[in-house]
């Protein structure tokens, strides 16, 4: 039996990957139900191949969003399930700006923690979004320049000072710009592996083909977890794609409208 996935956009490809692009309660999880096979495994084809796995550097937050998103928490998330995308929490709780909008509040949920066990706080938070701004490779430094300052008040607040009105922030930290990234990898290469908080492990790294993750046991929500495992692929060629999911190399598989009658042949 062959499997068909449309995606509105890019994005969205990472809900089929982690339920809703991992987090958010059940009500909100796409797919979530009784009879989910927990221990069941997805392979799925993407149009590019894994990146190096550091969500500040990577050339493509677009690109490489089906494969971080796996590994990394963002205070907020984009979800789709409705039909219309709106923003809802993740790391955050809750979020509010200032009457005059240059100042971003969020409040942190306080059950999250890093794959290594330590909590994710404010703390944290406020030294990833400065490692976002100010790490020399960064990749996503011009997607936060509406920041001026980070503040953590208390260990479950964090406070964005800003240099403008910038309403357009909340997207930009729903993407890989605002992945947190736990501190102990403060001195760490995280080309070739990750020290995130999201609902799976990064298992295996193939460079240029294939990322495998396992989901993480201590992760908050566990309707972000509908399969043990998850591999994505990286296939470029789109008739490529479409032959593993024919021949069930993959179970599913993004393909373009230009493929649609191919599609409608499975």
Not at 54 to 60: G, V
Not at 114 to 120: I, K, N, R, S
Not at 232 to 259: E, F, H, I, P, Y
């Amino acid at each position: 039996m062959f499997r068909r996935f449309a995606f509105a956009s890019v994005v969205c490809a990472s809900v089929l990957l982690a339920s809703s692009c991992g987090g958010g309660g059940s009500s909100t999880t796409t797919g979530a139900s009784d009879d989910v096979d927990r221990n069941a495994s997805l392979s799925m084809g993407w149009i590019l191949p894994p990146p190096m796995m550091d969500p500040h550097a990577t050339p493509s937050i677009v690109g490489a969003f089906p494969y971080l998103s796996l590994t990394y928490d963002r205070l907020v998330r984009v979800d789709n399930s409705s039909g219309t995308a709106q923003f809802v929490p993740m790391l955050a709780e809750s979020w509010s700006y200032s009457g005059d909008g240059r100042t971003l509040t969020f409040a942190l949920r306080q059950d999250a923690t890093f794959h290594d066990g330590t909590p994710v706080n404010a703390e944290a938070v406020r030294w990833s979004l400065e490692r976002a701004r100010a790490l020399p490779k960064s990749t996503v430094a011009s997607e936060l320049t509406s920041i001026v300052d980070v503040q953590a008040p208390d260990a479950n607040t964090v406070v964005l000072t800003l240099n403008r009105p910038a309403a357009d922030l909340i997207y930009r930290l729903s993407t890989l710009a605002g992945a947190i990234v736990n501190p102990a990898a403060a001195n760490a290469d995280l080309s070739m592996t990750e020290a995130g908080s999201g609902p799976y492990v990064l298992d295996e790294l193939k460079v240029g083909d294939r990322a495998t993750f396992t989901s993480f046991d201590g992760y908050w929500d566990d309707a972000a977890q509908n399969m043990a495992s998850i591999e994505v692929v990286g296939m470029v060629d789109d008739q490529a794609r479409l032959n593993a999911l024919r021949s069930g190399q993959v179970d599913a598989a993004l393909t373009k409208v230009t493929q649609s009658a191919d599609v409608e042949q499975l």
